[in-house]
């Protein structure tokens, strides 16, 4: 593991043009982003430069859609690179920065996606991180669905998944490919298991195709908010990315995580809360503010509409704007999500408008504005107050925004020790202070009697 203190995970979240709806209007981002390798060429260098732990990739297999007439505006929606095939490409450009991926358990298929992981895992030398997801409805259409999975279905079938998954990385022992030229033996296959899984959802033979992976797996990431997704979070998740939108919140989630992590008999500091945090930092608070103003001024009815539409996984575009939203919108939209958003709404007594207004100054639970002893000061509160183990950084908008994070707020945060100024480690799990999973027994089945195996 990476080191004894304790600091800061930080990891940057590249929503394309940035995390504020209107993004990619801002003189300072990029329009053409989310198919400009070079966009995210630049973003992972300056990241590792900064020493952070991880680049952080999200996915949607489908393009969102709000009101008919935003689609358009809604560049960064709609035009983004596939995650796992980018990630090869960066990770050939970089040397330490972790990446995590978003990976659906709804629309791939267990051997797929273990394969695909294992083998970046290869590729990166060991920084790899897979973000599990039980997709949206909008996705079912695309993979021969007219619904989605439903709640009571998404989670116990991600489960099987994910311990699918979990077998078919340990099909290989570690020391299984001697590859020795003197006597020929290029694998044991004495140390081969093969899964033969048969569940509910999934019926995987195996073995994986690839040796084990120099992490053993990738780190697992999960971000569900509803009861369920939380106790699988607690159940298979090393690092969690909430989106809560006070210090309490925070610390409730932080607490009920750790908590599950300890019932499914886990060391709790191998889980790794991560609130995600949009700041916008400027030399003066005026400086933040007025940033925030233009973004705000550059917004249109419409996309503020589809943007907290997709923040509750529902629709609210068929309500009045100027009137609360009604506890009926919840109906079909994601529990934990909607929830957070009406105590927001209740809270501070919004209108449907204003609440979608609110929706789109930042795609993260927590948008900030100020200087950076601000912005620095609030990270360290919830970081020493068990509100956060670090964040997942969310710029309003890219590349600019990110690079007034690093210009102004990193060295205030590394004043106060509370994040790395070198890496000591060179694996994502090194960087989160995290073991390497010891290889576990599996059923097996050998497949020659000789028990070996030459190329």
């Known amino acids: 593991m990476e080191q004894s203190i304790r600091t800061m995970r930080l990891a940057l979240f590249i ?8 993004s990619w209007r801002h003189p300072r981002a990029d329009a053409d982003a989310g198919v400009s390798f070079e966009h995210y060429k630049r973003l992972a260098l300056a990241a590792e430069r900064a020493k952070l732990d991880a680049v952080f990739l999200a996915d949607n297999q489908n393009v969102r859609r709000g009101a008919p007439e935003a689609v358009g505006r809604v560049a960064q929606f709609v035009a983004n690179f596939e995650p796992l095939t980018l990630i090869a490409a960066l990770s050939a450009v970089t040397e330490r920065i972790g990446f995590i991926s978003t990976a659906s358990a709804s629309y791939n298929y267990p051997y797929q996606v273990a394969r695909k992981f294992a083998s970046l895992d290869f590729i990166s030398g060991g920084r790899v991180g897979w973000n599990i997801v039980t997709s949206g409805p909008p996705e079912a259409p695309n993979f021969g ?7 009571d279905v998404r989670y116990i079938r991600a489960a099987e998944f994910v311990e699918v998954c979990l077998g078919l990385w340990d099909s290989w022992e570690d020391d299984a490919f001697p590859r020795d030229k003197a006597t020929g033996i290029f694998s044991d296959l004495s140390k081969m298991h093969v899964l033969a899984h048969e569940g509910e959802y999934f019926r995987v033979r195996g073995p994986l195709n690839i040796p084990r992976s120099p992490q053993g797996r990738p780190l697992l990431v999960q971000a569900g908010a509803s009861p369920a997704g939380m106790d699988f979070a607690a159940r298979f998740a090393e690092m969690v990315f909430v989106t809560p939108q006070t210090i309490d919140e925070a610390r409730a989630t932080y607490a009920k995580l750790k908590e599950g992590a300890a019932r499914h008999g886990r060391d709790p500091d191998h889980l790794k809360v991560m609130p995600g945090l949009s700041a916008i930092v400027g030399h003066t608070r005026r400086d933040a503010e007025d940033t925030f103003g233009l973004l705000q001024s550059l917004l249109h009815p419409d996309v503020t509409l589809a943007a907290l539409s997709f923040r509750i996984q529902g629709d609210v575009t068929r309500y009045p704007l100027d009137e609360p939203l009604p506890e009926s919108a919840g109906a079909g939209a994601n529990p934990g999500f909607f929830a957070q958003w009406m105590d927001v709404a209740r809270r501070e007594n919004l209108t449907l408008r204003e ?8 795609m993260s639970g927590l948008a900030v504005r100020g200087s950076a002893d601000d912005i620095a000061d609030m990270m360290e509160e919830w970081f020493v107050s068990g509100a956060a183990d670090g964040f997942n950084l969310q710029p309003a908008y890219l590349p600019g925004g990110f690079d007034d994070y690093v210009e102004l707020v990193l060295p205030e945060l590394r004043r106060r020790g509370l994040v790395r100024t070198e890496y000591s480690g060179r694996t994502l799990r090194e960087h989160f202070g995290l073991p390497r999973p010891d290889w576990r027994p599996r059923p097996r089945r050998v497949e020659s009697g000789s028990g070996t195996a030459a190329k």
Not at 145 to 151: A, L, P, V
Not at 355 to 362: E, I, Q, T, V
């Open 15 to 22: 929503n394309p043009t940035g995390h504020h709806q209107a």
């Open 145 to 151: 669905r007219d619904e989605h999975y439903g709640d």
């Open 355 to 362: 609440l979608a207004l609110r929706a789109s100054g930042s």
